[in-house]
């Protein structure tokens, strides 16, 4: 059972996930925070959520299985958008020692522009240009290309 007067503080999420929690990632620009709760009634899971939502972060709760013995629901809170990850690291603060990986996104590697060619760091998987404007002229320059094909036949 969740204490009633359990505070909401970066400390509590901190040591919560440290215990309970893990960064898992699928690719570079894709990652969540799972934090077991299990035997927590579904209530007390609520309120994790609520409290979450108080520091500006999205999350939601999944039903892992139900304990056989007692028929306790297992729960897990997630949050799945890389911008809440960030933002719960960030209030948890730095790593524990020991278990720094739970804290460790893996890096964003370079790209080269198809648009003008400079590398740049990209913040979506399927980023190919490095600014709106690069994206802008080549999308242009391709609608001019096929403006001048039609008149030319």
């Given at each position: 059972?969740?204490?009633l007067d359990?505070?909401n503080t970066s ?6 996930y440290a215990g309970?929690g893990?960064?898992y ?15 927590f009634?579904?209530?007390d899971?609520?309120?994790?959520i609520?409290?979450l939502?108080?520091?500006g972060i ?9 304990t ?15 911008k ?6 960030k ?13 460790e996104r893996?890096?964003?590697?370079p ?20 600014t709106?404007?690069c ?14 094909s039609?008149?030319h036949?």
């Amino acid at each position: 059972i969740l204490p009633l007067d359990v505070r909401n503080t970066s400390a509590f999420w901190r040591w919560f996930y440290a215990g309970d929690g893990t960064l898992y990632v699928i690719n570079p620009f894709c990652y969540r925070v799972l934090i077991a709760a299990n035997d927590f009634l579904t209530q007390d899971v609520d309120r994790l959520i609520a409290m979450l939502k108080d520091h500006g972060i999205k999350s939601t709760r999944y039903l892992e299985r139900y304990t056989e013995k007692t028929g306790n629901p297992q729960w897990t809170i997630a949050i799945n958008k890389r911008k809440d990850v960030d933002r719960f690291l960030k209030l948890i603060g730095p790593p524990v020692r020991s278990i720094e990986y739970k804290w460790e996104r893996p890096p964003v590697p370079p790209k080269d522009c198809l648009g003008c060619g400079k590398t740049y760091i990209p913040t979506r998987g399927d980023n190919d240009y490095c600014t709106v404007k690069c994206l802008r002229k080549q999308i242009d320059a391709r609608h001019y290309a096929k403006i001048k094909s039609k008149r030319h036949t």
